[in-house]
């Protein structure tokens, strides 16, 4: 298994397993090794399908290749938090994400 397996949508109606380089975490981010993801029944399966208008919001969005996969659970492996201020600031991290949809953190 690579080391950062990847889903991809090269094209429509095309899914590959690509590796790609891990990111390092910028100043207020965490890198969080996903464990479980879901892929979207809407938002990505449309993307998936290529099958939408063109000009409109979805052939704007759905570009190629995507990387579909906002639904994620992981464990925080680095951060660039201060400690002490860890829990509350991944709080406000994660509440910033206009795409996170819920979160559990242990501390």
């Known amino acids: 298994m690579p080391d950062n397996a990847t889903v991809v949508f090269p094209e429509p109606k095309t ?3 690509e ?21 979207s029944t809407g938002t990505e399966l449309t993307v998936l399908s290529g099958e939408y208008p063109g000009g409109s919001h979805w052939d704007e969005y759905g570009e190629y290749p995507f990387t579909p996969g906002y639904c994620n659970v992981g464990e925080v492996i680095t951060h660039r938090v201060p400690y002490a201020e860890a829990p509350e600031r991944y709080l406000e991290l994660l509440e910033d994400r206009s795409d996170a949809m819920g979160v559990v953190l242990e501390w």
């Not at 590796?19 to 892929?39: F, I, Q, Y």
């Open 15 to 17: 899914v590959r397993l």
């Open 19 to 39: 590796d790609r380089p891990v990111e390092a975490s910028g100043e207020g981010e965490l890198l969080v090794e996903t464990s479980r993801t879901v892929l």
